[in-house]
């Protein structure tokens, strides 16, 4: 495997990017916290998880996986609490105060870790910002430390759903966080990675022949894991330079809040523009690039059969053709 090195430019990070926060979490014990909590949570009633089924739906040599709801009552109680929690106004922060039944961690001054209340995935995590910030704003420093702290703890997949349209159901900023991989018994962690070992790239940005949709795709130095500050400068500057790769950002980026997906491994990270929340009545979000999608029903899992995966990704992204 090639791996492409970017140096961080600092001139171009406001002074509260560059600055190293300390970190709260002690080294080696966020995978024993949130097996804890996940205990309590499930015992106290605070943690809802939802039920499914899975299957494997195959495509170009990705097996996509596909999630079905058992327990359709949970998912629209869930719905309607978060629709509700929505209309609250703006500054409306349903994380912060948070359930102390969800709590995790503190990870840094600016961050800490909840159980993701209706979870679908085992061990999902929310990596929250402590006070209010919009879903709709773009990472920061901060944000990527936080997330390089947890990789750092936890192999998984970090994602956000940048703003409703690619899949965010809350206004307050937080990233989130699956160990891989994504089901059991699997040789690929992700589902979506084996195109991958095809990139192309220019430089640091890279793009992936097999995505028929835009995408902008990097890898990262195996020694990044290392240290999350150091990593959290170099994520930023190849961050941005996606966004502008795929045309996100722009100087009016800060009044016009954009949509994507963002999606980051210790290994790589994608960025993909977003068109349509839903194909059809198929939501979206940024675990759906990752090759695992979710439906509601049998109705659903045949339509995304007929129409393949790949081609309601396409659909909900923007088209590469």
């Not at 402590?130 to 998984?156: H, P, T």
């Not at 995505?211 to 959290?232: E, K, Q, T, W």
């Not at 068109?275 to 439906?295: D, K, P």
């Amino acid at each position: 495997m090639q791996i492409f090195f970017c140096y961080p430019i600092y001139k171009n990070m406001s002074d509260n990017q560059s600055v190293n926060q300390e970190i709260l979490l002690k080294p080696g014990t966020l995978w024993n916290r949130i097996q804890e909590q996940t205990q309590h949570g499930l015992e106290c009633g605070a943690l809802q998880s939802i039920a499914t089924d899975y299957e494997f739906v195959e495509e170009n040599g990705v097996n996509f996986l596909v999630r079905i709801l058992t327990n359709l009552t949970r998912k629209d109680e869930a719905k309607k609490k978060q629709d509700k929690a929505a209309k609250k106004g703006n500054d409306f922060n349903p994380f912060l105060p948070y359930e102390e039944d969800l709590f995790v961690s503190d990870i840094s001054q600016t961050h800490l870790c909840l159980l993701n209340k209706f979870n679908v995935v085992e061990n999902h995590l929310l990596i929250v910002t402590r006070e209010f910030e919009s879903q709709d704003s773009l990472l920061n420093y901060q944000d990527f430390q936080a997330m390089w702290v947890c990789l750092k703890e936890i192999d998984g997949l970090v994602f956000y759903n940048g703003g409703k349209i690619a899949g965010a159901s809350q206004k307050h900023k937080h990233l989130q966080l699956v160990p891989t991989p994504l089901a059991p018994n699997q040789t690929e962690s992700i589902p979506i990675a084996p195109l991958f070992a095809s990139a192309v790239f220019e430089g640091d940005v890279g793009r992936v022949p097999d995505l028929p949709f835009v995408h902008g795709f990097c890898r990262f130095s195996a020694d990044l894991i290392n240290s999350p500050n150091y990593a959290a400068q170099i994520t930023l500057e190849l961050y941005q330079n996606l966004l502008k790769y795929v045309g996100l950002l722009t100087e009016d980026t800060d009044n016009n809040p954009i949509a994507y997906n963002f999606l980051a491994t210790r290994e790589w990270m994608l960025i993909v523009p977003r068109s349509e929340e839903h194909f059809e009545s198929i939501s979206v979000n940024s675990l759906g690039f990752a090759g695992a999608l979710l439906v509601r029903d049998q109705e659903q899992m045949q339509m995304l059969k007929d129409c393949k995966p790949m081609e309601v990704l396409k659909q909900v992204g923007v088209s590469g053709d």
